[in-house]
């Protein structure tokens, strides 16, 4: 009965030893099943849309068109991202909203420069610009299409955004505007949303949106106080309040907080004398 005593406990250590690794594995199987389900899940209704996309009613292209969107928000890296991207831009295009459609193809341009359908996309933007472009802005839209120099879509998207907006802004305000709200849900952490902020407030004031510039450029103050765009956003802010909205004591403390933080600097030197005209 002794002989038997060591092995037995040896065989019980080992049991319960091997029982860890096991429940560690149960765990991380476990964990990993919500994101298998995930990935299937997403690949499933990228299907049904994408079958959904080639109807030829427009009521159902309507309907498809933002659970496309909702898609695209949820699963920018998808293996199947890039594709969505341009069927996006072909909803948009055979509803007739040709300028959202462009500006869907200016970001595939700069979000998926190597994928396998960019010749796709070449060729559908060839083809709107050639039937809808105009001769003031279609040379900006075949600049701000060229292939970018990085594989970086943050800083491809970002780029084109400023560039694009500060030129066709106006134009083409509504597809901007949507798609600077699509780069801040994508890329909240971005190291340059104090300037891409300062661009869409600067896009609304252009656009003659004048609370929204206001909002906007307040917001971008209150969410970088460090930027080194703070003064110039200040700046512009106080001129929107007291040209544009009248809003004449508001427009004061701007400046005064300009002149006080930012002093010798072009943006204090520029104090708006009609700033305290009634």
Request: aromatic fraction near 10%; proline fraction near 5%; glycine fraction near 4%.
């Amino acid at each position: 009965m002794h002989k038997l005593k060591f092995p037995f406990l040896t065989a019980v250590l080992a049991l319960a030893c091997a029982l860890p690794s096991a429940a560690q594995k149960a765990g991380r199987d476990k964990a990993d099943a919500p994101r298998a389900s995930a990935t299937a899940l997403a690949d499933s209704q990228w299907e049904f849309l994408k079958t959904a996309g080639q109807d030829k009613e427009k009521d159902v292209l309507e309907l498809v068109l933002p659970q496309l969107e909702d898609w695209l928000a949820r699963n920018p890296e998808d293996h199947n991202s890039a594709e969505a991207q341009l069927l996006k831009a072909d909803l948009h295009y055979k509803l007739g909203d040709y300028k959202f459609a462009l500006v869907d193809l200016l970001q595939f341009f700069q979000a998926y420069p190597q994928d396998l359908l960019l010749t796709d996309a070449q060729k559908l933007f060839t083809e709107i610009i050639v039937k809808k472009g105009d001769k003031k802005t279609r040379p900006l839209l075949e600049e701000a299409a060229t292939a970018p120099e990085t594989a970086a879509a943050d800083l491809n998207i970002s780029s084109m955004l400023e560039k694009f907006s500060a030129r066709a802004g106006e134009a083409y305000y509504e597809p901007l505007t949507a798609e600077f709200r699509a780069f801040f849900n994508r890329f909240p952490a971005y190291s340059g949303n104090d300037s891409l902020r300062l661009a869409l407030a600067d896009l609304h004031r252009e656009k003659g949106k004048y609370l929204a510039a206001e909002l906007g450029y307040e917001e971008m103050i209150q969410m970088y106080p460090s930027s080194p765009l703070l003064a110039r956003a200040k700046s512009t802010l106080a001129g929107v309040l007291a040209d544009n909205l009248k809003s004449y004591d508001k427009a004061i403390d701007v400046y005064g907080g300009i002149a006080a933080s930012f002093p010798g600097t072009d943006e204090s030197a520029r104090l708006n004398p009609r700033a305290g005209a009634s």
